[in-house]
């Protein structure tokens, strides 16, 4: 009588509803995962509006640097200058993500010392009005103080402001609570099952059955995916209902994120595997996983821009593979890019991915 082969694909299914049936059970995980980012994106939600701290201009390639009102806004602590070639620069007006594009030209008219054109984005009507106040103020204080209010110094073109979207702060703090609740559940979520699996000798009893080590991975895999996703899903259908959170392509958009969730869950998880390796104890997990996701917190424009960083702290800031996917998360959500277009962030995330796996495979422990 012939034995019947084994069958792995149906063990695997049933370790990943195990596992997920634990973890519905388990409060840290529906705190980390769904409970924490929920009241971050509530908080910030309310708070909400469009960020109008800075007012961010950029210039025109063939302005002219010499003239005074140039050197002028350059000092201003209220104005940031921002570079990038021409089309970067109307591609940035358009999503309103810089307020103004300046053109200084020189102009040969003797009645005038220069023509200046201002072009605004109505995403920032206000930051607008308030940069031309300045410019007016500007100009008039150096033709007082040059030309002794004889002569107009500055003739100011406004066109009518080109139409952009609206930044709002949940379209900057959403993608950063999903990138947020993925490093945790990767990381944490990861090291406490394997370690706990381990230590309560449920592995050993797996290796008394025909169950395979990959079944168990994928088994476990498959339903932090499953648990994760869906409470990736839940974050973003309540940011849109509640506080109209961009998603330029409706749910295309919406699946696009949903995909780089699932992508960045699997990288996170290889430090997970690497946590539960080295740890001797469970008490040792949350200082091992912290060192690994604390800077990730702080330094990955998780609640902040990167930006604001000094330059000798942004190179670090590059270097974590959260910066990356709470990068591509919000091209995706407001520039309306799709995964090609965020390839780069995908393969730096995939460098890590391949990196850390190769880490977990020498530290990661069955017994």
């Known amino acids: 009588m012939t034995t019947p082969k084994y069958n792995h694909l149906k063990a695997t299914l049933s370790i990943t509803k195990a596992s997920l049936q634990s973890m519905l059970k388990s ?13 971050f994106i509530l908080v910030f939600g309310f708070i909400g509006g469009s960020s109008t701290m800075k007012i961010d201009v950029a210039f025109t390639k063939n302005c002219d640097t010499n003239n005074p009102i140039y050197q002028a806004i350059q000092h201003l602590d209220m104005v940031k200058v921002v570079s990038g070639t021409e ?3 109307n591609e940035a007006l358009l999503k309103g993500k810089i307020d103004a594009i300046v053109d200084l030209q020189k102009n040969t008219d003797s009645l005038a010392m220069l023509h200046l054109k201002i072009q605004c984005s109505s995403a920032s009507i206000q930051n607008g009005q308030i940069f031309k106040s300045i410019i007016n103020s500007v100009a008039n204080e150096i033709n007082y103080q040059q030309l002794k209010g004889i002569k107009r110094i500055v003739n ?9 979207r609206v930044f709002q702060t949940i379209d900057f703090i959403l993608p950063g609570q999903i990138g947020f609740s993925m490093l945790s559940a990767g990381v944490f979520g990861a090291a406490f099952v394997f370690f706990s699996l381990r230590q309560t000798l449920v592995i050993k009893r797996f290796f008394a059955t025909p169950v395979s080590k990959s079944s168990i991975i994928i088994g476990e895999m498959l339903s932090r995916l499953i648990f994760q996703t869906t409470a990736a899903a839940i974050i973003i259908l309540m940011g849109r209902f509640l506080f109209h959170f961009t998603l330029v392509h409706g749910w295309l958009t919406a699946l696009q994120m949903l995909f780089l969730c699932a992508f960045g869950l699997i990288v996170f998880m290889g430090f997970g595997f690497i946590v539960s390796g080295l740890a001797k104890s469970e008490s040792a997990i949350p200082p091992l996983a912290n060192i690994i996701t604390m800077p990730q917190f702080l330094l990955a424009g998780t609640f902040f821009s990167t930006d604001v960083f000094p330059k000798w702290l942004q190179p670090i800031s590059k270097a974590l593979p959260l910066t990356y996917m709470n990068e591509a998360m919000r091209k995706i959500a407001f520039d309306g890019l799709n995964l090609w277009d965020v390839r780069l962030q995908l393969l730096i995330m995939l460098a890590w991915g391949v990196g850390v796996y190769l880490v977990a495979i020498k530290t990661f422990k069955w017994e």
């Open 27 to 39: 409060p840290s995980a529906i705190v980390f995962s769904l409970a924490f980012p929920i009241i």
């Open 87 to 89: 089309q970067e620069q």
């Open 156 to 164: 100011i073109e406004t066109p009518p402001p080109v139409q952009a």
